[in-house]
C-alpha cells in the first residue's frame, strides 16, 4: 500500500456544486496533515492545515479519520477559480518525513 | 504574495554551462529545502537543511549541489545538467517538526 493515495481525477463539478475528495495514509504514526492547492506551473500553495476535530474556512471544510486514516476536504460552492490540483501532505510523528499524495485535479465547469 | 522569494523565475541553460538557483526567506524559519517537479507529479524532495547544515540528501546527482550561506538564503548550484533535469524547482522552508512547509514561487528550468 502506498504511504498517501490520491485519486488523480479529474473530478469534473459544474460552478456551484459540492465537491469532496479524500487522501488516505497508510502510517498510523502520521501526526500532521495539509491540504494544499497547485495552479498549472505554478508553486503549491498551502490551503488549509487539517485538524482531528475537523476545521473550516469559508467555503472549505477539512476532516481527519484517524479510525479509518484518511482526511478529506470538502468544497461548497464551486467557484472556477477553484480549479486546480489538491495535493495532500501527511507528515509522520516517528521521523517528520513529509509524504505529499500526487494529487487530485480539479476541473471546475461554467 | 509568496514569503520565499525564488530567482530567476525561469532559467535555459546549456548541458556545459554553471548556474545558481537562489531562494531566500524571513520568516525565521530554520528548516529549508529544495524541491524538483515534474509536470503532473508531486514535488520530489533534493536536500533539507536544518539550522544551516545539510541534514538529508535525497541521493541526489553531484551536479546539483546545495549550499546554505546563512539562515534566510539557500542556494542551488547546477553544473553539466542533463534535459532530464528540466523541470520546476521549488525552495521551501518551514518553522519546524509537524508545521507545513511553505514554498517559493519556483525556478523553471529548462536544459537544452
Known amino acids: 500500500r502506498k504511504e498517501v493515495e490520491q485519486d488523480p481525477g479529474p473530478f469534473n463539478v459544474p460552478e456551484g456544486a459540492t465537491v469532496a475528495f479524500n487522501c488516505t495514509y497508510s502510517n498510523s504514526a502520521s501526526q500532521s496533515f495539509f491540504w494544499y492547492r497547485q495552479d498549472c506551473r505554478k508553486e503549491p500553495k498551502l490551503l488549509m492545515s487539517v485538524y482531528s476535530s475537523g476545521n473550516e474556512d469559508g467555503r472549505f471544510t477539512a476532516q481527519l479519520n484517524r479510525a479509518s486514516q484518511y482526511i478529506s476536504l470538502l468544497i461548497r460552492d464551486s467557484k472556477l477559480s477553484d480549479s486546480a490540483t489538491y495535493l495532500c501532505?501527511?507528515?509522520?510523528?516517528?521521523?517528520?518525513?513529509?509524504?505529499f499524495g500526487k494529487g487530485t485535479r480539479l476541473h471546475i465547469l461554467p | 504574495d509568496t514569503e520565499v522569494t525564488q530567482t530567476p523565475k525561469h532559467l535555459v541553460m546549456g548541458m556545459t554551462n554553471k548556474k545558481s538557483l537562489k531562494c531566500e526567506q524571513h520568516m525565521g524559519h530554520r528548516a529549508m529545502y529544495w524541491y524538483k517537479q515534474k509536470a503532473k507529479k508531486p514535488p520530489e524532495l533534493m536536500f533539507v537543511?536544518?539550522?544551516?547544515?545539510?541534514?538529508i540528501n535525497e541521493s541526489v546527482p553531484s551536479r546539483f549541489s546545495p549550499e546554505c550561506p546563512n539562515s534566510s538564503l539557500l542556494n542551488l548550484h547546477l553544473h553539466a545538467l542533463q534535459p532530464e533535469d528540466s523541470a520546476l524547482y521549488l525552495c521551501?522552508?518551514?518553522?519546524?517538526?509537524?508545521?507545513?512547509?511553505?514554498f517559493g514561487n519556483g525556478t523553471r528550468l529548462t536544459v537544452t
Open positions: 537543511y536544518s539550522y544551516e547544515k545539510l541534514s
Open positions: 521551501a522552508s518551514r518553522t519546524g517538526s509537524n508545521s507545513p512547509l511553505h
Open positions: 501532505v501527511v507528515i509522520s510523528n516517528r521521523d517528520d518525513k513529509i509524504i
